[in-house]
């Protein structure tokens, strides 16, 4: 069983509410994948779009001494995966959430994204976690691009949303540098925020941060 599909599998078990595109974007793909006078058209991915934040913004992660965002209500997020599926994350209901931040030209990212990836397919985050990844600060004439090209390579196997072009999830969580992860709690409510590449171990700390009761 490829990477792809014990994405799918796991995500289908989460308890995020995943909207199903709208009828016309389902339209498109399915007109785009038609083969028409003889050649196959192939559907172009959206690598920004829609995306937004409600109930309130983070602050800015500070580069030293406490972070003001612990213990505040994290907002809620509507935005588009790169099929054009659109999906609500809605913190707290007694899940807790690992959200991580990543950019396509970031070098740090580029070596982060290939090792949570091998973690995720050899492990499973513990009982009520949820891990979901963002991708942001999509610049179409920086190294590395496309985005939804580079996810897709590596084998991602979590859910992942395209930011808006104007990194509006980003800005919403208060992101300052990447890779970018922010730990949120069942009930809702801010735990840790971490900027910077992660190890092994790093990665195993925040999972157990958003596990603890």
Do not use: K
Request: glycine share 12%.
């Amino acid at each position: 069983m490829n990477a792809s599909t014990t994405g799918s599998e796991r995500r289908s078990r989460t308890g995020l509410f995943v909207g199903l595109a709208l009828a016309a974007a389902v339209a498109a793909a399915l007109v785009a994948s038609m083969t028409t006078g003889g050649e196959t058209a192939t559907r172009q991915v959206a690598e920004v779009g829609f995306a937004e934040t409600t109930g309130g913004v983070l602050p800015p992660l500070p580069r030293s001494g406490a972070d003001p965002a612990v213990g505040i209500s994290a907002p809620t997020i509507r935005a588009m995966t790169f099929d054009d599926t659109q999906v609500d994350v809605v913190p707290g209901g007694g899940r807790s959430l690992v959200i991580g931040f990543f950019t396509h030209w970031c070098s740090h990212c580029q070596a982060e994204l290939p090792r949570l990836t091998e973690w995720l397919n050899h492990n499973d985050p513990p009982a009520g976690v949820e891990v979901l990844a963002v991708s942001t600060s999509v610049d179409s004439g920086a190294p590395n691009y496309p985005p939804s090209a580079w996810f897709d390579g590596v084998g991602w196997p979590e859910l992942v949303l395209r930011d808006s072009p104007t990194s509006a999830i980003g800005a919403g969580f208060g992101l300052t540098g990447f890779p970018y992860f922010v730990v949120i709690g069942p009930e809702g409510r801010v735990r840790l925020r971490v900027s910077g590449e992660l190890s092994v171990q790093d990665w195993e700390y925040l999972l157990g941060v958003a596990a603890a009761p």
